[in-house]
C-alpha cells in the first residue's frame, strides 16, 4: 500500500532522515516506535507532504509520488488521511461543519449526502449527539474522535496517526484507542506513530524501531518486544518495562 526508498529529509545542516526505507501491506497496521528526536513524526509527515523530503521515493499503491508537484501531493492526501495529536479542528465551525466541510469543497460528495455519512461516523463513536456543538465544548477525547471520523469521513485507502493520544487524559485515551483497534481490526491500512506500548503490542501487524534518522529494527510485534536482535532497541524496552 504504501513504499518509501531512500527517503531523506533535512533541515539546514541537520539531517532528520537518512535514508529511509519502508514498506507498508493493504490492511495492516504499522506502529513507529523510538525515542523523542527520532525522526518519528517527521516520517509519518513525509508521507503526505506535510514535510518535504529533499529526496527518496514515495508510493502509494504502486504509483509514485513526484516529491516537488503539489498537484500529486493533494492527490495522494484524497487516499491518506491523517490525524494529529493536536486535533486541528477549526474552532469557528460546529462538529458536522468540520466533518464535511473538505469532502464537499473537494466534491467528493454532496453535502447531504456527506453529513449523512458524518453522523453515521459520529454514531459509532459515540458523539452524535455532539453533530452541533463547538470544538470549544468538547474534552480533548472527543476532540480527536471528532479528528478521526473527520479523516474517514474522506474514504481514506490508508490512516496516518501522529501520535493521537498524547495530548489526552487516562481516560480519553482508552477512548481514542478504541476506535484505532476497531480500524485495524476492520483491515485499515494504519501507520502510527505512539507510545502506548500495550497498543502497539496487540494491535500493530508490524513495529518500527527508530533512532537518530535511522530505522534501526523492524519486525512483527512479538519479535520486537521479546526477541529484540539490536541492543539499542533491546535497552530501548529495558527502560519502560
Partial sequence: MISLRNVRKQYGDKEILKGIDLDVLPGTCTVLLGPSGS???????CINGLVRPESGAIALSGAP?????EG???????????????YSLFSHLNVMDNMTLVPVRRGLMNKPTAQQEA???????????KAQAYPGELSGGQQQRVAIVRALLMRPRAMLFDE?????????IGGVLRIM???AADGMTMIV???????????SDQIVFMEDGQIVEQGPPEEIFERPRQARTRAFFSNIH
Fill in 193 to 203: 506513530v505512539t507510545h502506548e506500548m500495550r497498543f502497539a503490542r496487540e494491535v
Fill in 39 to 45: 525522526g518519528k513524526s517527521t516520517l509519518i509527515r
Fill in 72 to 86: 500529486s501531493w493533494q492527490r495522494l492526501r484524497t487516499q491518506v488521511g491523517m490525524v494529529f495529536q493536536d
Fill in 65 to 69: 509520488v513526484a516529491l516537488h508537484d
Fill in 119 to 129: 453522523l453515521l461516523l459520529l454514531h459509532k463513536v459515540g458523539l452524535a449527539h
Fill in 181 to 183: 483497534r476497531e480500524l
Fill in 164 to 172: 493521537p493520544t498524547s495530548a489526552l487524559d487516562p481516560e480519553a
